[in-house]
């Protein structure tokens, strides 16, 4: 990383907490350490190390076949606010980023998920693929985006650098999920939570073959 990048990145972690963070008495903040050791985490299919970001410290997910998930053990989450710093990468079908939500094990939950090698595609069609909900096992993307095109999918304005950091944040309100993307007031995405539970377990969750980079993850439930 060049010194540019590097105090581009330290930059962003230094200001997080006053630019997104929520003050909140409840706020959750999991324990990201604890996933690398194995503790108070249930991890299906990566392999978790922990990386350094300069002004912060985070998680690697490693790239192999499948979708990878791992759980917060011991919390749930009805309503409220997951924010999460997060990297992908700009290649072709093979970044696939973001968080799970009301989760019942590791096969059943929702997602809110980034394909950052469509933020600034060329093509307007990839482009409006940027952000994903699904809702595992029936509601794959495969499935929402035959029989609803358009409307559990949407691009982001303005996009993140593909290769770069950004901020999300995903807004439970009951059967509502919104997302908003950096400093941007308005959602990219909101849609009608497709399953039928009240609440769940939270986590990260990468897609078919891809890897991530997170930090600063924090739960805010609603009041």
Do not use: C
């Not at 060049?2 to 903040?29: E, H, I, Y």
């Not at 998920?113 to 990839?126: I, S, T």
């Amino acid at each position: 990383m060049n010194r540019r990048a590097f105090l581009s990145t330290a930059l962003l972690f230094t200001l997080t907490p006053v630019l997104f963070a929520s003050d909140s008495k409840d706020a959750f903040q999991p324990n990201l350490a604890g996933l690398v050791e194995g503790k108070g985490w249930l991890v299906r299919n990566r392999t978790i190390s922990s990386v350094d970001f300069g002004a912060a410290k985070g998680v690697h997910f490693d790239e192999r076949p499948g979708q990878g998930v791992a759980l917060v053990e011991n919390y749930e989450l009805a309503n409220g606010s997951i924010e999460f710093d997060v990297k992908g990468k700009n290649v072709l079908q093979q970044s696939f980023v973001g968080v799970a939500f009301h989760a019942l094990d590791d096969t059943t939950f929702d997602a809110i998920y980034f394909r950052p090698f469509n933020f600034k595609a060329q093509d307007p069609e990839r482009r409006s693929h940027a952000v994903q909900y699904i809702a595992q096992p029936t509601y794959t993307w495969q499935k929402l985006r035959t029989e609803h095109p358009g409307v559990y999918e949407q691009g982001i304005n303005p996009p993140p650098e593909p290769d770069g950091w950004f901020h999300a944040r995903v807004v439970i309100d009951n059967q509502t999920a919104s997302v908003f993307v950096n400093t941007a007031k308005e959602p990219s995405l909101r849609v009608q939570l497709l399953n039928t539970r009240k609440t769940g377990r939270i986590g990260l969750w990468v897609g078919e073959g891809s890897g991530g980079d997170f930090a600063n993850l924090r739960v805010v439930p609603a009041k």
